[in-house]
């Protein structure tokens, strides 16, 4: 068998997941979609004591519409974010950048909470929150803390959660009216994860953007939020020569490193490439075309 | 320690109940343990789409996820969709469009489809080759893969 040897409990209730997670003493993981858990199983990257599976929690799968926000419970799956009206009414900016997660198999059992949990540098999830300023729910047996998604990818492969901590809910503002949104990727292939990809939002009122919103992944560590380039456009109308200095301090803003799939040249290259583009595509959005 | 946990799985509407290690692969205990050897292992780890089943109706990596986890699920896998025989319209379609080789990706191709097939239009080539990209194949350049795929949407077009 190519997972070493680990005990298992099905928890019940959220409360049945941070107790096991607490009395293992560090040495448990939780499993929720498993999609980028159990190839670290199969490697022996990883060699917990103790898996707790939250699949079985009842109510911690589900999209919730507030006034102002939407809440998204960490156990939902990337196939329902994909297909929800209620995201594609109100963040139809998440419902593009899903269709380039993975394929239909993974998307059915990966869960939002296991992606950012996960914090994979070239995740599409990672970047959606940190561009529309998520704020995730975190329990624990001590307690329950609330962290902005800003603050929560601290490197590659390393989030502000402790290994007795579940991420349970996921808050993503609405995006304000007048707002229109872009989402580039360019990957090897389709579903596989980005070489680079670029998410913006546009807020304009009377011809002129009051609201720039901009970030990255695939190009570094953790997600980016390129906000000195943000800054640019704000009090202006979208035209090529402003695209163009924009497109440069974004390439300024991040230090992506040579790998396998790309450069750090190319990888620099494509996000002024695909920051042009998305933007571009947030404009024409923000005066109501599709 | 780890030990065996009893469970109850359902595959092709059969039910077995049986006794587990926690580390077990859904995919090894089809194989293993249940000798459904059409479920095909290729990368274990995610990226090939040989193994794909249906849990629950939903298509599903094998290889990552435990056999444990289906403890009161229904498992369906490229055995249950037909016989020699007796193959579904989706298997007859792949014979006639020549759309495997040696056979290896076949499995999951065919349960990648189902599932495809029950959630999205398919309107476009482009759009069934975007929904196969997660499955390997060494064979046939695709090409008669996406063909017998559109042939099924065509029929059900066609059909009321
Ligand atoms: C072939 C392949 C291609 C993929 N391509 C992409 C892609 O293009 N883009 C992309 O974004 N992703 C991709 N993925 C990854 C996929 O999106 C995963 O679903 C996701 O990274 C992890 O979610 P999960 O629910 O499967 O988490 P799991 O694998 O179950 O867990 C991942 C990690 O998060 C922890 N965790 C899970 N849930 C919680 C929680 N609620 N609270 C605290 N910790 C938790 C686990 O302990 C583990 O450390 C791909 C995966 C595969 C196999
Ligand atoms: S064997 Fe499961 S995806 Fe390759
Ligand atoms: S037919 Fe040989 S791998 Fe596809």
Redesign the interface.
């Known amino acids: 068998?190519?997972?070493?040897?680990?005990?298992?409990i099905?928890a019940t209730s959220t409360d049945m997941a941070v107790a096991a997670l607490a009395a293992a003493g560090g040495e448990a993981k939780i499993?929720a979609g498993?999609?980028s858990l159990?190839?670290m199983?199969?490697?022996r990257l990883l060699r917990p004591s103790l898996?707790v599976?939250i699949?079985r929690i009842p109510g911690l799968a589900y999209i919730e519409e507030a006034d102002t926000c939407l809440r998204i419970g960490a156990l939902t799956r990337h196939?329902q974010i994909e297909t929800s009206p209620v995201i594609a009414r109100h963040l139809p900016v998440l419902s593009a950048a899903m269709t380039h997660v993975?394929?239909?198999?993974?998307r059915?059992?990966g869960t939002i909470g296991g992606s950012l949990s996960h914090g994979d540098p070239a995740a599409e999830l990672p970047m959606i929150a940190v561009l529309l300023d998520a704020t995730l729910h975190i329990e624990s047996v001590s307690g329950q803390r609330a962290v902005r998604a800003q603050d929560f990818f601290l490197d590659a492969l390393t989030v502000d959660l402790d290994s007795a901590e579940v991420l349970a809910e996921i808050i993503l503002p609405k995006l304000p009216p007048n707002t229109g949104w872009g989402f580039e990727e360019i990957a090897r292939?389709?579903?596989d994860f980005a070489i680079a990809a670029v998410a913006a939002t546009l807020t304009v009122s009377d011809g002129s953007i009051r609201q720039a919103r901009i970030a990255l992944t695939g190009v570094g560590p953790t997600p980016v939020r390129a906000a000195a380039a943000e800054t640019l456009l704000i009090g202006h109308a979208l035209e090529n020569k402003l695209v163009e200095s924009v497109a440069r301090a974004v390439r300024a803003a991040i230090a992506p490193e040579d790998d396998l799939h790309a450069s750090a040249d190319y990888r620099r290259h494509l996000a002024g490439v695909l920051t042009d583009r998305a933007l571009h595509a947030a404009w024409r959005r923000a005066q109501g075309e599709p | 320690m780890s030990g065996t946990r009893d469970i109850t799985v359902t595959v092709n509407g059969a039910t077995y109940p049986v006794s587990v290690e926690p580390r077990l692969l859904l995919v090894d205990f089809l194989r293993h343990t249940l000798g459904l050897t059409g479920t095909h292992v290729g990368c274990e780890h995610g990226v090939c789409g040989a193994c794909t089943v249906l849990v629950d109706g939903d298509s599903a990596r094998a290889c990552l996820m435990l056999a444990i986890q289906a403890d009161g699920r229904s498992i369906d896998t490229v055995e249950g969709l037909g016989r020699i025989g007796q193959m579904n319209a989706l298997q007859e379609s792949f014979h006639t469009h020549h759309a495997l080789q040696c056979g290896f990706c076949t499995p999951g191709m065919l349960m990648t489809a189902t599932d495809l097939l029950q959630k999205y239009p398919l309107a476009t080539d482009d759009d069934i080759r975007r929904g196969l990209s997660g499955n390997l194949c060494r064979c046939t350049g695709y090409e008669h893969i996406v063909r017998a795929v559109r042939a099924v949407v065509d029929k059900r077009k066609a059909a009321p």
Do not use: C, E, T, W
Not at chain 1, 1 to 8: I, L, N
């Open positions: 068998m190519k997972p070493p040897v680990f005990d298992y099905a499993i498993g999609q159990m190839p199983l199969s490697f898996l599976d699949n196939f993975a394929h239909l198999a993974i059915n059992r292939r389709h579903g």
